[in-house]
């Protein structure tokens, strides 16, 4: 299936996202006036975070694949008592889902992210989860990412490269818009990435 910007992203608030986002959308309008964060998801979110903080090869995923299986668990408990509310709630649920392993994982991710863009639209980091969980469903159904927010190893080389990219689905103009770096930067980064990760030849 072919996608394009129309498929994914928010026109006139709720609406524009259909069936994805109808759970959300009810929760929303349910507390319109609920200001306060979800301190149990905050929590959430922080540990997932601490738990990359090692990189990828300093983590134990038979460790980590249990907590956030667990973590996930929460945030659809969280969602269906009506518990995930201010847009600090859909970002935290969203980079929790982001780290799922299915497809409906990717988009509850996608979901989350894009109401807390709308909700707190000045937040760059927000408009960045949008992209990145865009992505990540792509990505998941094998198709080319958009934005390049998704990098992979090479079972070639060893070294880290970005996923494809498809050619021409958005412009350098509308990455930056979003916060995210340029393609040539994603390059320069990677190339940092790659050189720092080469073994010292000196002495030898």
């Not at 000045?122 to 080319?144: C, F, I």
Request: proline share 5%; with cysteine.
């Amino acid at each position: 299936m072919r996608h394009n910007k129309r498929s994914w992203w928010p026109l006139g608030g709720c609406a524009g996202l259909g069936w994805l986002l109808i759970g959300a959308c009810t929760v929303v309008s349910a507390a319109p006036f609920v200001v306060v964060s979800n301190e149990g998801l905050s929590r959430a979110e922080a540990a997932d975070q601490a738990d990359r903080r090692p990189g990828p090869s300093g983590i134990d995923w038979s460790r980590i694949t249990p907590r956030d299986q667990g973590r996930r668990r929460a945030v659809m408990q969280w969602l269906a008592r009506g518990e995930i509310r201010t847009g600090q709630d859909y970002f935290n649920a969203a980079v929790i889902m982001q780290h799922g392993d299915s497809l409906k994982d990717a988009r509850m991710a996608l979901a989350f992210a894009t109401l807390a863009a709308q909700l707190d639209p000045v937040r760059v980091e927000a408009r960045q989860m949008t992209a990145m969980s865009w992505e990540r469903l792509l990505e998941d159904q094998g198709q080319p990412q958009w934005y390049g927010t998704q990098f992979v190893r090479s079972a070639r080389t060893g070294a880290w490269e970005l996923y494809p990219v498809q050619p021409g689905a958005i412009s350098e103009q509308q990455r930056i818009a979003l916060g995210l770096p340029s393609l040539a930067e994603d390059h320069a980064h990677l190339a940092a990435i790659n050189a720092r990760s080469k073994p010292s030849t000196a002495g030898h």
